[in-house]
């Protein structure tokens, strides 16, 4: 994976943080954040991040922004598991690791989550996603729910 170009990443974040409703999160925008999320997590963790220069002056304000769209994108309401732990169809077991092991940082009351508005049922929703997407088996029938349009709950259900 190609490290973010960060003069189009920090831009966009920022400008997402102050005018979300122009961006379609649905079709995945802003494309830059989408493209580079694992970056992004990282910075809402507060983590270095490899290739963003260390004395970036407003460190904070990247911070703050990286994770109002972490609350606002990945965990909106009926997010699916891809999108909360921000993983692609194809993603590598390493990379479901680092992800899951971010967004429980971020989401989980024991690190502070309450404190900064994040939903209450976030940590619940990051552990349930990783539990689907970490068993071969049950993201083949997520996936085949998904594909056949079936509400996942009678699909997982079946024998």
Not at 58 to 64: K, T, Y
Not at 72 to 85: A, I, K, N
């Amino acid at each position: 994976m190609t490290p973010p170009d960060w003069r189009s990443v920090l831009p966009r974040l920022m400008a997402f943080e102050r005018s979300p409703g122009l961006y379609r999160v649905v079709l995945r925008e802003p494309r830059p954040l989408f493209e580079h999320i694992g970056g992004v997590m990282l910075l809402a963790t507060g983590r270095p991040v490899a290739s963003l220069p260390e004395a970036t002056a407003n460190a904070h304000e990247l911070r703050r922004a990286a994770r109002f769209f972490v609350r606002t994108v990945m965990l909106r309401p009926g997010s699916d598991p891809f999108t909360l732990l921000g993983l692609p169809p194809d993603f590598e077991s390493a990379q479901l690791r680092e992800h899951y092991r971010l967004m429980i940082r971020l989401t989980h009351p024991d690190f502070g989550a309450t404190a900064e508005g994040w939903p209450a049922d976030a940590a619940t929703r990051v552990n349930l996603a990783h539990d689907l997407l970490s068993s071969p088996q049950k993201r083949a029938a997520y996936a085949e729910a998904m594909h056949t349009h079936l509400p996942m709950r009678r699909r997982l259900m079946r024998p």
